[in-house]
């Protein structure tokens, strides 16, 4: 199904106004909140500045995808490495939402870069590993990247 640019940027906005919103709600409730930690967990993730940094680069992905949908195939390599990149970020907003109550306080912004870089990285990995042998110096180089930002984004949230 292909999704219009003006749809697909209606999205974005809107992503864009939920996190903003949540933020400026977050902020305000944060000193207020007497909600068990459990009860808190969802909403402390969601107006975390990782969470929204992830978010916005999903949005983003989100909309490439429509506006590729439009010209190009499924399987083309531009809507193949979106598509995988989308899936990486998926998985790691799951690992974000299985943080612990106590330990929001790490879902930095420095933290959501580094999960969008990761997924960044093992989609550039996934594209060369289809065209190249897994032996190829570029490979190499690229599972090694990917590799060191997987092991940083692991220490922080497993």
């Not at 500045?49 to 195939?73: G, I, N, S, W």
Request: hydrophobic share 45%; no cysteine.
């Amino acid at each position: 199904m292909r999704i219009p640019l003006i749809s697909a940027l209606k999205h974005v906005a809107a992503a864009l106004a939920i996190m903003i919103s949540g933020a400026v709600a977050g902020i305000s409730a944060q000193s207020t909140d007497v909600r068990s930690p459990a009860a808190v967990e969802p909403y402390s993730i969601r107006t975390s500045a990782a969470y929204t940094v992830v978010l916005l680069r999903k949005a983003e992905l989100e909309a490439d995808l429509a506006t590729y949908l439009d010209d190009y195939t499924e399987s083309n390599p531009k809507v193949v490495d979106t598509r995988f990149e989308l899936d990486q970020l998926n998985r790691d907003i799951d690992k974000l939402f299985a943080t612990k109550p106590t330990e929001t306080a790490k879902l930095t912004e420095s933290l959501g870069k580094m999960v969008v870089r990761k997924a960044a990285l093992a989609a550039e990995y996934n594209r060369l590993l289809l065209t190249y042998t897994p032996e190829h110096p570029l490979v190499k180089r690229a599972k090694k990247k990917a590799e060191v930002f997987a092991s940083a984004v692991k220490q922080l949230i497993g």
